[in-house]
């Protein structure tokens, strides 16, 4: 077993600061000394080095599986050190959370999938059947063995895309197109997991999924609406309890009643009307808590039924969920759309029946995502504008940050002057509340060439592209979905 200064050695901004048989206790005393950009660095080393660690981790974790499969019985690895399964023994193991155990062992079992009929070709040097492609998960493997991406990345991912649909009889060429499809967005989401946050990568590969396999998109969403429930139950003081399993669009219309009724107590935008802005003062003075705050709306909700009058109960601004979907002059209506907040993929079919309802605001895009000038001689962004940004960016586009459009603010990356102002949505960018004062208080500043990336700059020199949401991208342009699946009709 590696002692504290051997591991320590492999960091070497600590390390070299360590003598032989330092303890953690020396560790943070010479941490403590440091310099910001010497504690960073200490992060970012031991985390290149936790990866690599991890990577042995997850590998024995899915050998582990492997030995303790249901056929193999009591004489499996797991069961004959007397648990029932592998997550089992990891977690007493790694003293980890049975969630994280499930996870290592999820990665571990995808990282040796096709280990064992690579390693033994005489197995199958008899058949005349085609060969199979490589595993479409490769671009994933090779990422996380090169410590480009950490196993929780891995896993968000493969979860995310989930495999690909079996055509059954189809031919030959479909499947390899499925096949290509489902590998390319693997490729490109590890590419982009450095500037990802591990919860934009899943989002990002569901809607990715949805776009390649619409007609699974839309089985997949009704399934999750067959799984909505409500349940309530008393607990032994008398205390009422509820919990409740949403579908897909009602998770997206109850978040955003929330959202419009709380977002001056999460960080809401700044530059509002005054009725609204002396609303968002009283809700801020408030004495109740944020978890109170929703208790007792809830209760108004119920109340008032679904006449509520949305002003008295919600404030100046209205509730409801903006659904987005993309129309291309060439291939039509897109098969999903997705919440404007969130960026919750939702099936055509869905769409078309809130549009019933609600009618539709046309905004035109480039192949980017950006859209076209709606520019405004004016000091603030025009509702519609606000639109065209919330469509482009998906939400606060800060590096990590996952605040959606409603809780943003338009930043000028200009300065605006009265004499030559003109607030283009080009020269604008969505941010929310605590980024944009971060940006004019902390010295930061947004370039942008022509409609190239927005950039980020410290003041130090450093430089950071702010990337749109990834679920967005590939609404615009991308990956292209397979073929449309055909199957022969049945007499």
Sequence with gaps: MATFTEVAAL????????????????????MVGMTDAEVVAVLEESAAVVRHAEQLRIIAAGVIATRSTRDAGHSGLSQSRGHRNPVSLVQEITGSTRVEAARQVRVGEAMLGGAIADSAPERVEASSSPVAPPDWRQPL?????????????????????????????????????????????????????????????????????????????????????????????????????????????????????????????????????????????????????????????????????????????????????????VIDATDGIAPVGHTEDGLVSLPAQTVRQRICDTGTVAVTVDGCGNPLDVGREQRLFTPRQRIALAIRDGGCRWRGCDRPSSYCEAHHI??????????????????????????????????????GDFVLNHPSGDSFVLRERAALTYAWAGIDPPPRRFRPMVA
């Excluded at 901004?13 to 003598?19: C, D, H, K």
């Excluded at 998770?251 to 968002?280: C, H, I, Q, T």
Aim: with cysteine.
């Design 11 to 30: 960091i070497p901004t600590v390390g070299a600061r360590l003598g032989e048989g330092a303890r953690a206790e020396q560790a943070q005393a010479a």
């Design 141 to 325: 493997k090779d990422a996380l063995r090169a410590g480009r991406i950490s196993s929780s990345q891995f896993d968000a991912i493969l979860r995310g895309l989930a495999e690909p649909p079996d055509v059954g009889g189809g031919i030959a060429e479909e499947a390899a197109a499925i096949h290509d499809a489902w590998m390319l967005a693997a490729e490109r989401l590890a590419d982009e997991a450095a500037e990802r946050t591990v919860e934009e990568l899943g989002a990002a590969a569901r809607t990715i999924r949805d776009m390649l396999d619409p007609e699974g998109a839309e089985a997949r969403f009704l399934a999750r609406f067959e799984r909505r429930t409500l349940r309530t139950w008393t607990d032994q003081d008398g205390v009422k309890h509820a919990s409740i399993a949403f579908d897909d669009e009602g998770a997206a219309f109850f978040e955003s009643v929330f959202a419009a009724a709380l977002r001056p107590r999460r960080g809401g935008p700044r530059f509002v009307d005054a009725d609204e802005a002396a609303r968002a003062q009283e809700l801020t003075d408030d004495t109740r808590t944020n978890e109170q705050l929703s208790y007792d709306l809830l209760m108004d909700i119920i109340r008032a039924g679904v006449l509520a009058d949305a002003e008295t109960v919600h404030g100046v601004r209205q509730v409801g969920v903006r659904l987005v979907q």
């Design 414 to 451: 200009d300065e605006w002057k009265a004499d030559r102002g003109r607030t283009d949505i080009d020269r604008g960018i969505l941010l929310c509340r605590y980024h944009h004062m971060q940006l004019h208080h902390g010295g930061w500043r947004i370039t942008r060439e022509g409609k």
